[in-house]
Each structure stands twice: as C-alpha cells, then as structure tokens.
C-alpha cells in the first residue's frame, strides 16, 4: 500500500517514513502543501497522512483542492487540540484526524482503519459495478459478455466499453463529448461522430433484434439508456 505523508517539520516527516516503512508501506513524502498537492494527483496513492499547518498551500487548502477530484482517504494531522480545527478538517473532508503529539502505534492503527475502510469500499463499488442489467439486459464486466434475453450480445470492447457506461449512469442523458472523452479519450468535438456510429452499431445489436428499445436518442443532447414506459417496436 502506498502512502503520501505532507508534512514540513522534516525530522517527523522522515521519522513517519521510515516507522510506516517497516510496517510494510510504501512511502512518500512532500515538504510543503503544492507538492503534496501535485504528488497527490500525480502518484496513485492509497491513503495521504495530511498536516493541517504547511507552507504554501495549507492542510485544508490542499484538502479542498483534492476532494474536488479525489476520494482517496485523508489522515489529518493537528497540531493543536482545538475543536474548531478538528471540525473543519472534517466538514473539509479529512476522513480521520489525529491530534499532535501522538504515538506512532494511534497513528498506524488509524492508517490500517483507513485502509480496511477504503478497500471495503473499493470491493463493494466493484460488486456493484461489474454486474449491472437493465429490463432483460444483463452486463457481465469481469466475463466481459453483454447479454440480451439471454442471449450474448457478441460486442466489441469499444461496444461493450459504452453499453457499460450507459448502463452504469442509466437514466441519465450522457452527451457526445462526454462519451468520446470517456469511452475513446477523446476531447475534441469535431470527433465525435465516431460515437454516432458506435451507438448505431449497438443498437443494431442490442436493440434491434428485441422488441423493447433500451437506447433512446435525446435531440440535441446525447444518448440515455432507460426502460421507457409503453414503449415498443413494432
Ligand atoms: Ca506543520
């Protein structure tokens, strides 16, 4: 597992590393909010150990800015035991917090806490995504089989890339742009005709055949896939 510990007194940051090293964790560290900031977006870790007083940028400042992309668990340090600081690092978002100083065995008690925490999560969002279905439309993303009726549905990866996608934000209309970003990485509106013909050939296969459409056009706005009330194909 791989930590990012933020904190600018240097002696207690090197003292973390190393106790969180000999407990198994990978280890790194930043000396100031900005490159805590940037290692945070940039390194894929599991869990930050974050201090609330940094140079730069500042534990909730840094806090803030992470939570509006991320939600990966954050540890706070304080260094002070006030009560306003602990409730703003949570309202902030910081999962846990821990008041300075404290032992080193509270602080990897919290971090194993955190982890379990997180890796639960982690399992129940993959339960919930990799079996996904809509009316008689099932989603297999592990077997990576799309099923119709029962009957495999015979997909592309990119197909059954979007049908995953639409399955999993079902209801909600999902715009060109967005499907070219998500599904093919696209960002230029220009390309995304390519999801135009995508969807045509899904719909050939998913749709088509069956007398219930699940993939509705939306003029003007995107595609959503929904089961629509006294709708069918002749
Ligand atoms: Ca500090």
Not at 78 to 87: F, I, L, P, Y
Not at 93 to 107: C, I
Not at 172 to 192: G, I, K, Q, Y
Request: aromatic share 6%; proline share 3%; no cysteine.
């Amino acid at each position: 597992m791989k930590i990012l510990v933020i904190e600018d007194e240097k002696k207690l940051a090197s003292y973390l590393q190393k106790g969180l090293n000999s407990e198994g964790f990978v280890v790194d560290v930043a000396h100031n909010g900005i490159d805590g900031l940037h290692l945070a977006t940039e390194g894929h870790y599991e869990l930050i150990i974050l201090d609330g007083m940094l140079p730069d940028l500042d534990g909730l400042g840094v806090l803030a800015a992470l939570r509006q992309t991320m939600n990966i668990p954050v540890l706070m340090l304080t260094a002070r035991s006030m009560v306003e600081d602990r409730v703003k690092g949570l309202q902030a978002g910081a999962d846990d917090y821990l008041t300075k100083p404290f032992a080193f065995s509270e602080l990897v008690a919290r971090v194993h806490a955190l982890a379990r925490r997180a890796q639960g999560q982690q399992q129940n969002a993959t339960v919930d995504s990799s079996h996904l279905g809509l009316a008689d439309l099932e989603l297999d993303a592990v077997k990576r089989q799309a099923k119709r009726a029962g009957q495999d549905l015979r997909l592309t990866a990119k197909e059954f890339s979007l049908l995953w996608l639409l399955l999993r934000r079902k209801g909600e209309v999902l715009s060109r742009t967005e499907l070219a970003e998500l599904v093919w990485d696209m960002h230029f509106d220009s390309e995304t005709n390519v999801v135009d013909v995508a969807v045509r050939r899904l719909r050939s296969k998913m749709d088509e055949p069956f007398n219930l459409p699940l993939l509705h056009t939306v003029r003007g706005m995107g595609y959503v896939l929904e089961l629509r009330a006294g709708e069918s194909q002749p």
